[in-house]
């Protein structure tokens, strides 16, 4: 903060923003879904990322979700806030057009995925707000139905997780493996975690 003493008031602006923005929109799990993104820049936050990277994580879904414009961001927070946000959509784009049946994803479809992630952005950035709000869809997956919870814990296990891993982010990795574990084998994970409580 003493390096940029108006990055507070800065991430205050975009957190009112977002709120205004997404308005009463809902999750699935009935809680307003203004949630999300502040878990997720919650998350960026805690990797002490700079403070367009956490403002692009608390705007990541407006363009998607709301009237927001991009040219809207840009306008209000600047270029570097705008291309993180276009930066994150279009890797969603990129993943829904892919359409693999994760089930029957194979290693080298899983690596090809991951290389056409890596190459689409020009900022890392965007890749780190991505695994963020992977992060806290699969810290609230209970509130989705049981196919798409092992679908999107498959995924994140074969996307998401080996891109932390290169990333060297070593604790989005494992929580997002963990959690993944978790739905994918509940009586081995389970059993396990058992096993290390005991000991």
């Known amino acids: 903060e003493s390096q940029y003493p108006d990055s507070l008031d800065e991430v205050k602006h975009a957190l009112d ?10 999750r699935q799990s009935g809680e307003l879904y203004i949630v999300h993104p502040i878990a997720v820049a919650s998350i960026l936050a805690d990797l002490h990322m700079d403070t367009p990277t956490i403002i692009a994580g608390l705007l990541h879904d407006t363009v998607e979700d709301t009237p927001v ?10 270029q570097t806030v705008a291309k993180l946000v276009d930066g994150v959509s ?21 690596e090809s995925l991951r290389k056409m992630f890596l190459a689409m952005v020009d ?11 992977r992060l806290h869809n699969m810290r609230t997956l209970q509130f989705l139905p049981e196919d798409r919870q092992k679908r999107m814990a498959q995924e994140t296990l074969d996307i998401y997780a080996p891109l ?7 604790q989005l990795k494992w929580q997002l493996e963990d959690l993944s574990f978790r739905y994918l084998d509940g ?8 096993l290390v409580a005991e000991k």
């Open 90 to 110: 279009k890797l969603k784009h990129a993943k829904e057009k892919s359409r693999l049946e994760r089930s029957t994803l194979s290693e080298v479809q899983a």
């Open 69 to 78: 414009t991009l040219a809207g961001i840009n306008l209000e927070f600047g």
């Open 17 to 26: 923003f977002a709120i205004k923005a997404h308005g009463q929109q809902l």
């Open 164 to 170: 932390a891993n290169r990333l060297g982010i070593w």
């Open 187 to 194: 009586e081995a994970y389970h059993r396990i975690a058992q």
């Open 123 to 133: 900022d890392i950035r965007v890749i780190i707000i991505k695994l963020a709000d």
